[in-house]
């Protein structure tokens, strides 16, 4: 007989499993910091920095404040290495800071996931992808803006120039010719992968026993999902990503369930805990796990989710960088962000409470606010100034 979960238990069950619930850390160093990402599987990038950059943001909201410069250093961020660390890069859901030890996992990705308008590019300059080769080879690690190639002119687009010379890179990069050893102001740092990665690396892993791992860590991330949930985590193919959810059940790896309210099977990871109850409360990035999959979002949490920075100005209903707010096991509201540094000042630019939970928005508040009391602080920054307007704004305010 199918087991059967309430809405609140899986809701429960996926806040545990992606570390955001239960006490932080007295204090938080490399170890913490690796067990956390290593939970994860990966953390999104993206350029925007207009409160902070997105891959700091899932351990702010799972240790609390830690030191950015410790994560920067694992990563080879601004450093000079010549060597990956133990993290590397990939598209791995999208642009993902990866464990040096996954790139096996990802060979056959190497393989198929480029577009073929791409291939056919590259098939046409041979020479000049040969050529950038070399220079990487010749010259060792460096970003692609540093590139001496003659197709490697500006046309003042910064390290955004997508000249011939980039696009010869990034199919290298694509294709596991190069690998990522660290970045410098924000822009990649490559080398040749055969240089720059262990030995033991190099070995690629079969396709289907790489996507059935990929499931099976998706599934402990998730705790709960449904097939599409697992599928997207690491952004495979549907048919891939189904087939692997049916061989971890018949392996009793994943149990299938019947989530209420959901429309669909629910698998649920082997070992998953069902807590009695979550405590939990955390500002999330727009690239969170727990929130990144928009259809899971509104499936789990009844939270309809888009990226405002995508948004034109006059369309956005919540401001620019938008951070879903979790209490407990609900997303609560959501808050837009700006580090004003020249004022030091965190801005609050508009907060709204979902409409579910209105009438606890004064509660809620005091819940809140300290969290953002934090994230000044751990910005550098004096004070948390509201500046906008918003259904949660006054009681926000208020406690602020």
Known sequence: MTRRLSAAQARRIGVAAQGLAGPRPASVGRATLRRTIDRLGVLQLDTVNVFERSHYLPLLARLGPYDRALLDAMLGHDQAGSRTGAYTEWVAHEACIVPVADWPLWGWHRDSSVRDGFRGWAAEKVALVEEVRHEFATRGPMRISDL??????????????????????????????????????????????????PAEVHDPLPREEAILELVRRASRAYGVATADDLTDYYRLRRPDGEGAVGRLVAAGELEEVEVAGWDRPGYLAAGARVPRRVTAAALLSPFDPLVWYRPRALRMFGFHYRISIYTPAAKREHGYYVLPVLVDDELVGRVDLKSDRRSGRLLLQHAHVEPGHAGRADELAARVAPLLHEAAAWQGLGEVTPTGVGTWGPALAARL
């Open 148 to 197: 001496t190639h003659p197709a490697n002119v500006s046309s003042g687009g910064g390290w955004w120039n997508r000249n011939e010379a980039y696009w010869a890179a990034t199919w290298l990069f694509r294709r596991g010719d190069l690998a990522v050893v660290g970045r410098r102001r924000f822009e990649r740092i490559l080398g040749i992968a055969t240089d720059v990665l």
